[in-house]
């Protein structure tokens, strides 16, 4: 056998075509670095662009969200039956529906800082609207049905009114799940917090009565369809700069048919200041305002708090008010500052306040006869009644003093 011995020859590559010198390596790296920059700046753009598409895909959707949200509650709000109620007056009509927008630029979006108060029923915020007015608009707190009949009700009547004497209605949102108010902006409380936290001289309190009677009188008398307040009390009214009063919240205010004497409803309003008559028949009339309006004097006289004050026998404020002045004891119950700086015009403000809180409507005077009496003893230079006028009050009734010249 024969061995034979092979010999092999293995070609080895060359060192540079495996190894790349330093300059092509750094070559090579840098387009590495430069594609995965690429891909990288590629890829984040195309992040930037999808969340951007979003943000404004997700804007688009809040807005449609929001304006669908707002024909709902302006259709739920009753807003077409408004519109409705406002088109006889064009004028009225194009101010009255105001938007959500407007209210949230002039508000800040109801920024805490823009609030002028608020209560158990909502906040009320003072702001001045794109035509520059000044007004307070009031946010409800509570959705209620009624309270929303009663905010449409209310927005119905003020359309309707103008009177220097009654708080302005500048227009209404019914773009919100509850209703918003806006006012003219009265700057200066309500009667009741002038005539207990501070006081009022006697000339200021017969000039606001007579402004309330005129105000009351235009109401029940003046308008295409005469208009019961239902609820007057010194709360609703209220005071600007001057001491100029301001008749305000008619949201249980009800139209009364030229035809008709009252209508029978469910009994609203403010005990002390309700009417009996009305709270026991429930059927009211415009002699229900003039009760609470004699109330009201009863206040202006005493400067006593209604709900807090009770008689030695127990009896309440204008029941012992009554009973003092047929007694010939006036003075026991008067507000000092009322018997130091008033004269015997203070005794008829008191006989007509009487007169008013008779329990009988019909024995009650219209708030046409008490403006006009008012107004005769703010104007008359000596306050004298003379005997004509004393004998009418004796016999319960109320005499009409021929304005002088």
């Known amino acids: 056998m024969y061995q034979h011995t092979g010999i092999f020859r293995v070609s080895l590559p060359a060192r540079n075509h495996w190894q790349p010198c330093p300059a092509q390596w750094l070559h090579r790296t840098r387009q590495a670095a430069c594609l995965s920059t690429g891909i990288g700046v590629g890829s984040g753009a195309s992040v930037i662009v999808f969340i951007v598409m979003v943000f404004f895909m997700m804007q688009k959707y809040k807005h449609q969200r ?17 519109q409705q109620l406002v088109s006889q007056r064009v004028d009225t009509a194009e101010r009255m529906i105001i938007s959500l927008e407007e209210l949230e630029k002039a508000t800040n979006n109801f920024d805490k800082s823009r609030e002028l108060g608020g209560g158990g029923h909502g906040t009320v915020y003072k702001e001045i609207l794109s035509d520059l007015h000044v007004v307070a608009i009031k946010k409800p707190k509570v959705v209620v049905q009624k309270e929303i009949g009663e905010f449409i009700n209310e927005v119905a009547i003020l359309s309707q009114v103008n009177h220097r004497n009654v708080v302005k209605l500048y227009g209404c949102c019914l773009e919100t799940e509850v209703p918003m108010l806006v006012y003219e902006f009265v700057s200066n409380g309500t009667l009741y917090d002038h005539l207990h936290a501070r006081s009022l001289s ?8 007579t402004e309330t009677a005129k105000s009351l009188a235009y109401l029940h008398s003046s308008v295409s369809i005469p208009i019961i307040h239902r609820d007057i009390k010194s709360v609703n009214i209220l005071l600007d700069d001057t001491l100029t009063s301001k008749v305000a919240d008619f949201g249980a205010s009800r139209y009364i048919p030229m035809e008709q004497s009252g209508v029978t409803t469910m009994v609203q309003g403010t005990i002390g200041y309700l009417d009996p008559m009305y709270f026991y028949t429930s059927r009211l009339t415009d002699k229900s305002d003039v009760y609470s309006f004699g109330v009201i004097l009863v206040e202006l006289l005493t400067r006593k708090k209604l709900f807090s004050y009770m008689s030695s026998g127990g009896d309440s404020l204008v029941a012992n008010f009554v009973t003092l002045l047929a007694e010939g004891s006036l003075l026991q119950i008067l507000d000092p500052r009322v018997i130091e700086e008033g004269g015997i015009e203070v005794e008829e403000v008191a006989k007509l306040a009487v007169t008013c809180v008779k329990i009988k409507g019909e024995d009650r005077p219209t708030m046409r006869q008490v403006e006009m009496t008012l107004e005769c003893l703010q104007t008359s230079t000596d306050h004298v009644l003379d005997g004509q006028v004393a004998e009418e009050f004796e016999r319960g009734g109320v005499a009409i003093i021929p304005p002088s010249t």
């Open 66 to 82: 929001a304006t669908k949200l707002r024909h709902k509650f302006f259709e739920q709000n009753r807003g077409q039956l408004l």
């Open 202 to 209: 006697w000339d200021d309190r017969l000039r606001i009565a």
